[in-house]
Each structure stands twice: as structure tokens, then as C-alpha cells.
């Protein structure tokens, strides 16, 4: 019946076009036009990398439009970490994770296109070329990588912090722990509290650059994600599941933060996007995400197995309130309750970044961009 209905829903502009444009009607594509593309940093230009980095600046310098009721929500870029950590336990580890960080990324794309005059796309972390894979690239070192260059990147590691670093010496050698100390980002202050916790906070951006775990950054560790063939084991591949496996996605928090929920800003689950590079992680995540899809067209539109909720409940402590539902293309990818209307999507809507849509299905396309 649906089909019937959408099959007349497609006809009937169609039909009226028909007789005022006869000569210019083509059936309706799916697919977006122009996709904006998304490159891997060392792959901008110099002005490239600098207008995304005082795109950021800015973003950090507007007052928050949105969540400033929220403790420590001061900057707009920090409203984005306010969503993060509201969300933090819904969205890490269940089926969610990719749709929604994919939004999330978007709307922050956006945000800096529209708030601070920002021209270009946002760029992605191929860390997989600045970690040590015998034969390929026997002397890479992930922190040797241009995006930790003072001048023209994000800044490099952090102060040396040595009584932390002392208790962890079984795990490797840390050179950081403190604040990061040059770079466009090395006077930042924080507001917004660690972990889960709301009150005021002032912190600055810390780093503790962990090389040892570049061996979870590879691209043999990519290669594993690719030779899934279904969207849940794919996801667990790519996310990290424990320290057995911490997969790229939680390998590239740990080689800029360090150990998980430790010192580093890019290490804490909740507010881990107030490290400006979680931005171009999650962005290689995300592409990584779209590379399977296309590699394994067969399984991308089945999410057998995907869950809203969690296995192991209680990860996060008492409190949260979980959807008990399996993900469908109709699940909504939500940022927080109460706003909905803001970045609401369905899964369905966002599942291709070029704007295709699931079979049998009402839906705009939220989406238009691709990786270079
Ligand atoms: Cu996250």
C-alpha cells in the first residue's frame, strides 16, 4: 500500500511538470549532487589547515547558543561536548555509535560553516600512515605526525607530568600528562567537568601522546574492520570492545590521551570532544564506516543484531533510562530529548553520505559529502 502511495506521490509532480516543462523532467536521484568532500589533513594546504584551525578559534570564542544553562557550557564549541556528555552512555557501544557520531560530526561541520564563516569541510586523521606497520611503514611514529606540528596543526604533546607518569610505567613510557604547551590550542580553558559529573569546571587541554598503542592505529587494524560482513560485527571491530580489543576508534583516543580515563582530554568518554582532534578522528572513523559500506554493499542496509541499549547495563552505574529495542532504519538518532528538532534524524536518513535512502522507506536524506 505504502509503495503504491509513494509510487503516486513520485507520479503526480511528475505529471503536472509534464505539461509546463516537458522537455526538462528526469526521474527524481536519490543520490545528492555535488557532495562536499571531506580530505585527510596533510592533503589541505597550508591556508587550509589554518582557516579550519581559527574556524575552531572561533567556535570557541562565540558564546554558546545552545545548552548555556547547562554548568560550564560557555562556548558554542563547548555546547557540543555538553551534547556528547549527556548522551555519553546511550551512544557508545550500542548500534548507535556510527549514526549518531556521524550527525554529530555534521552538525558540527555546520556549525563552523555558519557561525564562523568556515569555507571548507571538516578534515579527517588517517592515522593508519603515521603508525608503525612492518613492511609498509617501518619508521612511522605517531607522534612525528603533521597533526601534532606546532605551527601549522594542533599542537603537540603535553607538559611532562612526572609522578603520574611514574605510577604507569608498566603500561609504556609517557613524555606527557599536562597541559598541551604550544600550538593554536595551548591557552585553552575548558568549563565543562570531566566525566559524569555536572558542576564548573577550568581546565586546560591535556595530552600525553601514547606510542606504544599506535599498534591499534594501523592499517592492518583497518583491515580487519573491512573483512566483516555484517554492520554489528563490523561496528565492534572498528569501536572497541575492552582492552583485548580497542579497535582504531578507541586506539585513537589512547595515542593522544593516553590510558582511558586517565589525564588526557582526548581519553575521557564523556568529554573527550573538548580535544580538538577528536574531530578528525571521529572523521576517520566515520570514513572508515563509509569504506565498508561501499566495500560490502550486500550487508550495508541490513542492522540484524544492532541494539539501542546494551548488553552490560550497569557499565555506566545506575540511572539511565534505555531504550530496550533493536535499531531499525526508523530509530531516531537524537542529540538530547529535549532537542529533537534541532539535529533529529532517523538512522534511514543518515545511513549513506551521498543521500541514498533505504528501500521501503519515508525519509528525507539528511546528508551530502564523501572522502576523498
Ligand atoms: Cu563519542
Not at 603520574?164 to 604550544?182: E, H, I, K, P, Y
Not at 580553558?189 to 601522546?209: G, M, T
Request: hydrophobic share 35%; net charge negative.
Amino acid at each position: 500500500m505504502r509503495k503504491v502511495l509513494s509510487l503516486l506521490l513520485l507520479l503526480l509532480p511528475a505529471l503536472i511538470l509534464s505539461t509546463a516543462l516537458p522537455s526538462r523532467q528526469k526521474p527524481q536521484k536519490k543520490k545528492c549532487k555535488n557532495p562536499a568532500i571531506r580530505r585527510e589533513w596533510r592533503k589541505l594546504t597550508i591556508p587550509e589547515r589554518q582557516s579550519f584551525i581559527q574556524a575552531l578559534l572561533c567556535l570557541h570564542k562565540t558564546p554558546a547558543a545552545r545548552y548555556s544553562h547547562m554548568p560550564g557550557t560557555y562556548s558554542e564549541f563547548e555546547a557540543f561536548t555538553t551534547v556528547h556528555k549527556l548522551q555519553t552512555p546511550y551512544i557508545h557501544f550500542t548500534g548507535i555509535f556510527l549514526p549518531w557520531h556521524r550527525i554529530f560530526l555534521a552538525e558540527f561541520e555546520h556549525t563552523l560553516q555558519t557561525t564562523c564563516n568556515y569555507t571548507g569541510t571538516l578534515p579527517y586523521w588517517d592515522y593508519t600512515l603515521d603508525s608503525r606497520t612492518t613492511p609498509m611503514f617501518p619508521n612511522a611514529n605517531i607522534s612525528h605526525s603533521p597533526v601534532f606540528d606546532p605551527n601549522h596543526g594542533f599542537g603537540g604533546n603535553g607538559i611532562y607530568n612526572k609522578t603520574m607518569n611514574d605510577a604507569l610505567t608498566s603500561q609504556g613510557t609517557f613524555w606527557g600528562g599536562g597541559c598541551v604547551r604550544d600550538g593554536p590550542f595551548k591557552d585553552w580553558i575548558f568549563h565543562v567537568a570531566p566525566q559524569w559529573e555536572w558542576y564548573e569546571d577550568s581546565r586546560c587541554l591535556k595530552r600525553n601522546i601514547w606510542e606504544v598503542y599506535e599498534m591499534w592505529t594501523t592499517s592492518e587494524r583497518e583491515y580487519t574492520v573491512m573483512q566483516q560482513t555484517n554492520f554489528t560485527g563490523m561496528q565492534k571491530y572498528l569501536e572497541g570492545f575492552g582492552m583485548d580489543w580497542v579497535g582504531l576508534h578507541g586506539g585513537g583516543h589512547m595515542v593522544v590521551g593516553g590510558l582511558p580515563h586517565g589525564v588526557g582530554t582526548a581519553n575521557d568518554p564523556w568529554t573527550s570532544s573538548l580535544e580538538p582532534l577528536f574531530y578528525l578522528h571521529h572523521a576517520n572513523i566515520d570514513r572508515v564506516w563509509d569504506k565498508w559500506q561501499r566495500k560490502r554493499r550486500e550487508y550495508k542496509w541490513d542492522v540484524t543484531d544492532a541494539r539501542m541499549d546494551r548488553e552490560d547495563k550497569e557499565v555506566w552505574g545506575p540511572g539511565f533510562v534505555w531504550e530496550e529495542a533493536p535499531m531499525t532504519m526508523e530509530s531516531r538518532v537524537n542529540m538530547t530529548e529535549e532537542y529533537v528538532e534541532w539535529w533529529g534524524a532517523r538512522v534511514g536518513e543518515i545511513w549513506d553520505i551521498e543521500g541514498s535512502l533505504p528501500e521501503e522507506f519515508d525519509g528525507e536524506a539528511k546528508l551530502c559529502y564523501r572522502y576523498a
